[in-house]
């Protein structure tokens, strides 16, 4: 399975965006990028995901470099209930956790 | 529907018990995974089942452990004798296999051992 590097934490201001680097230098062609986050106490919650191209939802954009060896995760407009943790996952069948990054948003 | 489910939320038992843990997933998921997580770690994959086959299991399952989907429906993991080092968060997901594999978590089941 392809491995993912991310920052441990991250700080961000309120109202401001917050982008959370990922490193994935070993993904394979068919494997897509996906973004979960965790509260504190509750199962992780899906954000987003994307392939090749960037994606956008009513959460989050994710932008994918072209050659697919790293992402970044945007919100556009971070409020104190983003903070949580954030997992970068590049796999398919299983999705392999790491540690994420602890993202703190500062009122 | 109410997403996935997963009971007891809460669990509290002496080293060396059985405990079960169950999950209902997304009525239209053939997909179910279970992960344990630990404090400051992320989830650590264990199982998963496409309809009642199990399909890969994590060296971290021992056989103390096992997990059934018996008709493709609900799982039940189960703990046997269980010991300290169990006491953990237990997360089920469910997916659809089809395009991306996008997994939605219940709200895990916390055990303890005493």
């Known amino acids: 399975d392809a491995k993912t590097t991310q920052p441990p934490s991250m700080d961000c201001a309120e109202g401001r965006a917050a982008n959370l680097p990922c490193n994935h230098s070993?993904?394979?062609?068919?494997?897509?990028v996906y973004w979960y986050r965790q509260i504190h106490s509750q199962g992780p919650q899906y954000i987003i995901h994307g392939l090749k191209n960037n994606e956008t939802n009513e959460m989050a954009s994710l932008i994918i470099t072209e050659d697919r060896k790293s992402s970044t995760l945007i919100l556009p407009h971070a409020t104190l209930r983003d903070t949580a943790v954030y997992y970068c996952i590049v796999n398919h069948e299983k999705l392999t956790f790491g540690t994420g990054t602890r993202l703190t948003i500062i009122p | 529907d109410t997403g996935v489910s997963q009971n007891p939320r809460h669990k509290i038992t002496k080293r060396g018990q059985n405990v079960t843990f169950r999950c209902d997933p997304i009525s239209e998921h053939n997909r179910l995974y279970w992960y344990r997580q630990t404090l400051g770690q992320g989830p650590e994959f264990l199982t998963y089942f496409q309809n009642e086959a199990q399909l890969e299991k994590s060296r971290l399952l021992s056989d103390r452990f096992s997990a059934e989907r018996p008709k493709g429906s609900f799982s039940t993991l189960e703990i046997q004798r269980t010991e300290q080092g169990d006491s953990a968060m237990y997360l089920c997901?469910?997916?659809?296999?089809?395009?991306?594999?996008?997994?939605?978590f219940g709200a895990g089941s916390r055990l303890t051992v005493l």
């Open positions: 070993t993904i394979s062609g068919n494997e897509y």
């Open positions: 997901a469910s997916s659809v296999s089809s395009g991306a594999n996008v997994l939605t």
